[in-house]
T-cell receptor
């Protein structure tokens, strides 16, 4: 099946640090990539949708200056959490889709801000 | 607002029995329907997709779609302890919407 690679799998860093997470579709060209956040025992929360070569569409309540998304190619999207604080600690998951095909998820990044 | 509703559970099913997971959606024009499985601490994994009314079988899994009644279900036959997870229903027309998931617990 389709493979989506997400890196790193875990990040622990100090408050104020900016953290970049990469999401790559390995065996297909992703027209759309999605970024989700999930707190423990809660449901997935869509943060933003990005299409290659255009600006990301952010969901209501998600700060676009805080969570910078770049989708520079059909196989790579990045999420940068700028000046991260402890409340940004969460499980961040990307997914990718091609056309009308189902989304396939990366393995997620567990972010811990001290 | 478009919604996808699932019973949060937990749904407890004895090992070897059939687990039945249900999902209803609000948007009549939805065209694509998906079931994902998410183990605790892991990301979701696609297990079934269904696009037309009726049943679709894949191994122990059967997805059922009824567009007139706006529901989609997932049956898991011969349930195994390894099936214990949260199952997410997802519905798409212009964008994909996930339900909050049903926690399934298979009792050994």
């Amino acid at each position: 099946g389709a493979v989506v690679s997400q890196h790193p799998s875990r990040v622990i860093c100090k408050s104020g640090t900016s953290v970049k997470i990469e999401c790559r579709s390995l065996d297909f060209q992703a027209t759309t990539m999605f970024w989700y956040r999930q707190f423990p025992k809660q449901s997935l929360m869509l943060m933003a949708t990005s299409n290659e070569g255009s600006k990301a569409t952010y969901e209501q309540g998600v700060e676009k200056d805080k969570f910078l998304i770049n989708h520079a190619s059909l196989t790579l999207s990045t999420l940068t959490v700028t000046s991260a604080h402890p409340e940004d600690s969460s499980f961040y998951i990307c997914s990718a889709a091609w056309g009308d095909q189902p989304q396939h998820f990366g393995d997620g990044t567990r972010l811990s801000i001290l | 607002q478009k919604e996808v509703e699932q019973n949060s559970g937990p749904l407890s099913v004895p090992e070897g029995a059939i687990a039945s997971l249900n999902c209803t959606y609000s948007d009549r024009v939805s065209q694509s329907f998906f079931w994902y499985r998410q183990y605790s601490g892991k990301s979701p994994e696609l297990i079934m997709s269904i696009y037309s009314n009726g049943d679709k079988e894949d191994g122990r899994f059967t997805a059922q779609l009824n567009k007139a009644s706006q529901y989609v279900s997932l049956l898991i036959r011969d349930s195994q302890p390894s099936d214990s997870a949260t199952y997410l229903c997802a519905v798409r027309d212009d964008k994909i919407i996930f339900g909050k998931g049903t926690r399934l617990h298979i009792l050994p």
